[in-house]
Nanobody, 127 residues
Framework: QTQLVESGGGSVQAGGSLRLSCGGS????????VGWFRRGTGREREGVAT????????TYANSVAGRFTIFRHNVNDTLVLQMNSLKSEDTGKYYC????????????????????WGQGTQVTVSS
């Protein structure tokens, strides 16, 4: 059963932008924490950005802060990641995570806090 579906990946040159979307089959709307994670070639999956249920608390990896923006549309059951000023090191497969467990008032960048995942969408940035 498909639960989360990512879209919007592709190939861009360094400095370009992409906008990723994740449709949730109800999972975005009902989750406390949701977020985006990525796995580069030969690397572990890492947290990129997370957002709280009401959308007011966001957390970003240091490597993307100031360049990426995460937001959620609970009414539309959609999670979005706007990626600007892309770098070659942003290359990887990006995954949407939902049903995230909050840590206090925050949503961590730790993949084991999340129990539902999409299949991922590939982002390739060429320098």
């Amino acid at each position: 059963q498909t639960q989360l579906v990512e879209s919007g990946g592709g190939s861009v040159q360094a400095g370009g932008s992409l906008r990723l979307s994740c449709g949730g089959s109800g999972n975005i709307r009902t989750s406390n924490c949701v977020g985006w994670f990525r796995r580069g070639t030969g690397r572990e999956r890492e947290g990129v950005a997370t957002v709280s249920r009401d959308g007011t608390k966001t957390t970003y990896a240091n490597s993307v802060a100031g360049r990426f923006t995460i937001f959620r549309h609970n009414v539309n059951d959609t999670l979005v990641l706007q990626m600007n000023s892309l770098k070659s090191e942003d290359t990887g497969k990006y995954y949407c995570g939902a049903v995230g467990r909050p840590f206090g008032e925050n949503c961590r960048l730790w993949e084991y806090d999340y129990s539902k995942w999409g299949q991922g969408t590939q982002v390739t940035v060429s320098s």
